[in-house]
């Protein structure tokens, strides 16, 4: 099937329900086999046991950026191409968006109290990532404000790719200044700078965030889709009954 | 019982939140999926249909 065939939103709920049970047995799956070896990972020898915290606050961290991401592609495809499913897509991202970016500060503080004595600090990393949950919410609001889901759509596009200036700030802010939170040790030039002890659990950890993102955006588009279904008939039936 | 170290309140309740958190973005799809089929399924046995599924007119 070509690929611009998915731009129907018929062929997109037939496909998508044939796809989400295997999405999310196999998010099961790898989060079984995620957490068990999470369990089973050693200390840290600087961090002690709150090593494990990072298993689900760094994936978190990296979905945060990534559903601002998809929701900048999605922007693009309801401003240009003016994609049919372009803002289902965005406007289904925007809320796992910011679920994950919670989860990421939550456990974030949860760790930096017993290693830096404070559940939080002032600084770049820390602040560009409030930043960007401030964001989710003000894109969330805007589609709750706009009664129209097109015009709400274009609005909230114009307003993601604004944001987006903010995903290359999060991601160079312990380069650019001197912040407390430490520098990328995955995703860096010249490989990761941990131990495959440690680096293991947290890319299958990773997986099974990236699975749960997937099963729960296309579910949430799948949603969107039938609710803009249930406007339009509620208004043809509105339009009937004024005939 | 597994030891968790002197942090172990720190790690259960990240662990707690992040589950609560997970716990509530899928309760969110699926009580939306149920109130948007229903919602569609009772303007349906009204006999409201969209242009689309209407005999003789154009695709949308």
């Given at each position: 099937m070509?690929?611009?065939?998915?731009?129907n939103p018929?062929?997109f709920?037939a496909?998508?329900?044939?796809?989400?049970?295997?999405?999310?047995?196999?998010t099961?799956?790898?989060?079984?086999?995620?957490?068990?070896?999470?369990?089973?990972?050693?200390?840290?020898?600087?961090?002690?046991?709150?090593?494990?915290?990072?298993f689900?606050?760094?994936?978190?961290?990296?979905l945060?950026?990534?559903?601002?991401t998809?929701?900048?592609i999605?922007?693009?495809?309801?401003?240009v191409?003016?994609h049919?499913?372009?803002d289902?897509?965005?406007r289904?991202?925007a809320p796992?968006?910011?679920?994950?970016?919670a989860?990421?500060?939550?456990t974030?503080?949860l760790?930096?109290?017993?290693?830096?004595g404070?559940?939080?600090?002032w600084?770049?990393?820390l602040t560009s990532?409030l930043?960007?949950?401030l964001m989710?919410?003000?894109?969330?609001?805007?589609?709750?404000?706009?009664?129209d889901?097109?015009?709400?759509?274009?609005?909230?596009?114009?307003?993601t790719?604004?944001?987006?200036?903010?995903l290359?700030?999060?991601?160079?802010?312990?380069?650019?200044?001197?912040?407390?939170?430490?520098?990328?040790?995955?995703?860096r030039?010249?490989?990761p700078?941990?131990h495959p002890?440690?680096?293991m659990?947290l890319?299958?950890?990773a997986?099974?965030?990236?699975?749960?993102?997937?099963?729960?955006?296309?579910?949430?588009?799948?949603?969107?889709?039938m609710?803009?279904?249930?406007r339009?008939?509620?208004?043809?039936?509105?339009?009937?009954?004024?005939? | 019982?597994m030891?968790?170290?002197?942090?172990?309140?720190f790690?259960?309740?990240?662990?707690?939140?992040?589950?609560l958190?997970?716990?509530?973005m899928?309760?969110?799809?699926?009580?939306?999926?149920?109130r948007?089929?229903?919602?569609?399924?009772?303007?349906?046995?009204?006999?409201v249909?969209?242009?689309?599924?209407?005999?003789?007119?154009?695709?949308?």
């Amino acid at each position: 099937m070509p690929l611009i065939d998915l731009a129907n939103p018929t062929r997109f709920l037939a496909l998508s329900g044939r796809l989400l049970p295997w999405l999310a047995a196999a998010t099961l799956i790898v989060f079984a086999i995620g957490i068990s070896l999470a369990v089973g990972a050693p200390d840290d020898y600087q961090q002690g046991g709150t090593v494990k915290i990072m298993f689900i606050h760094v994936p978190a961290a990296w979905l945060a950026m990534g559903c601002w991401t998809v929701m900048s592609i999605a922007a693009l495809g309801t401003l240009v191409w003016r994609h049919p499913l372009a803002d289902v897509a965005a406007r289904a991202a925007a809320p796992l968006g910011a679920a994950f970016t919670a989860m990421c500060l939550i456990t974030g503080m949860l760790w930096g109290r017993p290693m830096w004595g404070a559940y939080w600090v002032w600084d770049g990393r820390l602040t560009s990532v409030l930043v960007l949950f401030l964001m989710y919410l003000g894109v969330l609001a805007l589609w709750r404000t706009v009664e129209d889901p097109s015009r709400a759509g274009r609005a909230a596009a114009v307003l993601t790719l604004v944001g987006a200036i903010n995903l290359p700030i999060i991601k160079f802010s312990v380069d650019w200044w001197h912040t407390l939170h430490q520098p990328a040790s995955v995703l860096r030039l010249g490989g990761p700078t941990i131990h495959p002890s440690l680096l293991m659990p947290l890319l299958i950890m990773a997986l099974g965030f990236l699975l749960l993102f997937l099963t729960l955006h296309l579910a949430a588009m799948r949603n969107e889709i039938m609710r803009r279904r249930v406007r339009t008939m509620l208004m043809l039936q509105a339009e009937a009954a004024g005939h | 019982m597994m030891n968790l170290g002197p942090y172990a309140a720190f790690i259960l309740g990240a662990y707690g939140a992040a589950a609560l958190i997970v716990t509530a973005m899928v309760a969110w799809v699926v009580i939306d999926h149920r109130r948007q089929a229903r919602a569609l399924a009772d303007l349906e046995a009204r006999g409201v249909t969209r242009r689309s599924e209407r005999p003789g007119e154009a695709t949308r």
